[in-house]
């Protein structure tokens, strides 16, 4: 039989969800051991190329049976090849559901002192309206146009450092985004975490060794440990726990069950160059109004203006400014597939503007039968089958057409563009932001876990990734989820000090400020004292 390695901590992934408890328990004692997927890339080995074997090696297109998720597959996951927006969700986005949604014991002010906490350690910056790209400026102006307001977001990026290059999606090779690989995971390593790239857990089951709980299978290796934090993403987690089914001796019913795609409605406005100058009157450059679709950091701008949580469940949603590669041109619905009408629209890309519209769905999504190895079946490099399935539902439906009609009041008001969303032919609807998938919640059967990120029935099994998030949040989740997990580390202290393990918690933000923690401590010590 096989020897196993050891372990206090197993965390699988690497992406917000497995870097932020990673760090904090190394520091606090524990032996940690992150296995990643995907490879480890330098910010100096982001490659700005759409050939393959560069951006492939960051990202995958997973495609599902009505829906497309974009994945993280490499050392930092997501926050690689993420666009940096980092905001706190609405408030009402946690009394969903009349209230149900999410566990009773985390509400908006709840998880505030953990957003402080992520803001802090990434940190996160708030665009100045000098530094939103012209894209984002003509949204604002589109929607100052139509009676709206928009505002510049907040994002995780070091403005001073970022050269507007427009190439975030692949990697920042100038080392100006703040992902988990210039923070979290160096400050987990300095610490004596050991990051392993290149392993996909395959399953898991009982450990052999006594006072060990799990036993992880990748490759011809196998690792026990005392602890093990799922974080796989919400595209594989699920997959990988229930392949687990087996060895574990079952598997709750909610885990592969209640996805979200968080309302992710992409679309592209075919601008009129003319109507921009005359109505808006703006010009970039002399004689040009805006061709500027490329230009500047992804996301710049929002607006919040369907945000009142006085408004009822499906009909509350924002839009952002936001730019997406030019490989995206041949999703835009507006003119068909083929034909002069596209090559048109093609060939004035540069006056496209780009949104993203995020909505409460009806976590819709499920998952079926699962591929023999990995999440998806790897068809290509950068391109996999997942055994997603979704369908949308009649609430996310009207919640749908009221962002369309929305984009519409704004952008084509005047007669200033033309709204393309993206084409579902093909790949169905397209999400950046998989959740919920093994999800929290009070409720056993709609909960894969508690509201201490438990896996239920499986003592020692935290998942803290955006699977855990229960819902769809109307903004971008990163900062959720990073919120989430800096919450779940003190449950995951408290079970290895049951376990025997002499851990400590209170680690400052990767890079030593210590603000973010006053606030957090009393709580934590709540938790891990039982209290
Ligand atoms: C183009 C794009 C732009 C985005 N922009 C934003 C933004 O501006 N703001 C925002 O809030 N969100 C954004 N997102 C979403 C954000 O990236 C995700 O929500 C976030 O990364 C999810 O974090 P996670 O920890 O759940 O999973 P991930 O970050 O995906 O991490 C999971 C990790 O686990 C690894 N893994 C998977 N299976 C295994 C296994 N079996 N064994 C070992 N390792 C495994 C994966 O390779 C990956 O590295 C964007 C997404 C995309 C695609």
Known sequence: MKTAELTDVLVIGSGFGGAIPAYHLAAGGAKVLILERGPQISSAGFEQDWKHGTWTRVLDLVKGDGMTALAGNCVGGGSVHYYAVSLRAPSFTFERGGGRMWPRSIRRATLDPWYERAEESLPVTLL??????????LFAAA???????????????DTEACVNCGWMVGGCHFGAKRSMILNYLPAAQAHGAVL?????????????TPGYRYRAHYGAEVVEAK???VAAGAMATPVLLRRSAFGLGGMPGAVGRYFSGNGDLLTVTQMDEGRIADVLGLEREPGIAYQAYPIGKSITTQSLDHTDPRKPEFTRFSIQQCYNTPLTNMLAEGPSWFGVGKKQARREWRSWLGTLAMYEDDNEGVFGLLPPTGAYLKL????GLSPLRYRRSANSERARSLVLAELRA???KDGLGRVMPFTEDLIGEVTAHPLASARIGDDPATSACDEGHRLRGHEGLFVTDGSAVPGALCVNPSLTISALAERAVPYIVRQLRDDGVAVTYGAPAPGGATSGRRATLELAERVISGG
Do not use: F, H, M
């Open 128 to 137: 100045d309206w000098k530094e939103v790209s012209y894209a984002g400026g």
């Open 143 to 157: 929607c100052r146009n139509a009676g709206r307001t928009c505002q510049p977001v907040p994002v995780a990026v």
């Open 196 to 208: 392993r790239p290149l392993c996909e857990v395959q399953r898991l089951s009982r450990a052999q």
């Open 227 to 229: 602890v093990v934090i």
């Open 380 to 383: 290509a490099d950068g391109l």
């Open 410 to 412: 704004i952008l084509e």
